[in-house]
T-cell receptor, first 112, second 113 residues
């Protein structure tokens, strides 16, 4: 089993739709979780960190389910500009806090 | 602030050639790292540094060298380029440790013929 797994997609949704991605991780001792966004042929940029209690930033909601070892990203009212690849990132186990484990990404295409 | 800058943006090498990819940041970040990104493989850590004078290997260090003489600069050297090193290379920095938000440079697209 890969350390971090994502459905590669692509997810094709119309503008205004709600879409959700999941990301599963294998190490139950993982400490921190993030969602990054990567536009085509660009560098990754932090979208949001994922907190244990869940967190929201505008149209984006991130949640963590430690029992089932996955994090999720919900995008409401999708915009054309949300089209990108969304990378799930998990921070490695304690004692090796420089290790970030990157998922392969989920591709989202928002259509007019 | 320029953030993280990388040069060159594009490079074509022949097998066996050497070159240095440049990376600089002006955010006074202690932690800097190099990744390569390949289709189906995701981002893989090549080398990283936790401060000037300190470097360490990441997941895929073979064929690459790094040095960190200043806080700002973290060059990546390809010793003898191979076609398997064709990739997109990203430099990233963060403060104070690598587990926090990574700021990436725009990347260098390298092709080795």
């Amino acid at each position: 089993r890969k350390e971090v797994e994502q459905d590669p997609g692509p997810f094709n949704v119309p503008e205004g739709a709600t879409v959700a991605f999941n990301c599963t991780y294998s190490n139950s001792a993982s400490q921190s979780f993030f969602w990054y966004r990567q536009d085509c042929r660009k560098e990754p940029k932090l979208l949001m960190s994922v907190y244990s209690s869940g967190n929201e930033d505008g149209r984006f909601t991130a949640q963590l389910n430690r029992a089932s070892q996955y994090i999720s990203l919900l995008i409401r009212d999708s915009k054309l500009s949300d089209s990108a690849t969304y990378l799930c990132v998990v921070k490695g186990i304690a004692g090796n806090n420089r290790k970030l484990i990157w998922g392969l990404g989920t591709s989202l295409a928002v259509n007019p | 602030n320029a953030g993280v800058t990388q040069t060159p943006k594009f490079q074509v090498l022949k097998t066996g050639q050497s070159m240095t990819l440049q990376c600089a940041q002006d955010m006074n970040h202690e932690y800097m790292s190099w990744y390569r990104q390949d289709p189906g493989m995701g981002l893989r850590l090549i080398h990283y540094s936790v401060g000037a004078g300190i470097t360490d290997q990441g997941e895929v260090p073979n064929g690459y060298n790094v040095s960190r003489s200043t806080t700002e600069d973290f060059p990546l050297r390809l010793l003898s380029a191979a076609p398997s090193q064709t990739s997109v290379y990203f430099c990233a920095s963060s403060y104070p440790r690598g587990g926090n938000e990574q700021f990436f440079g725009p990347g260098t697209r390298l092709t080795v013929l």
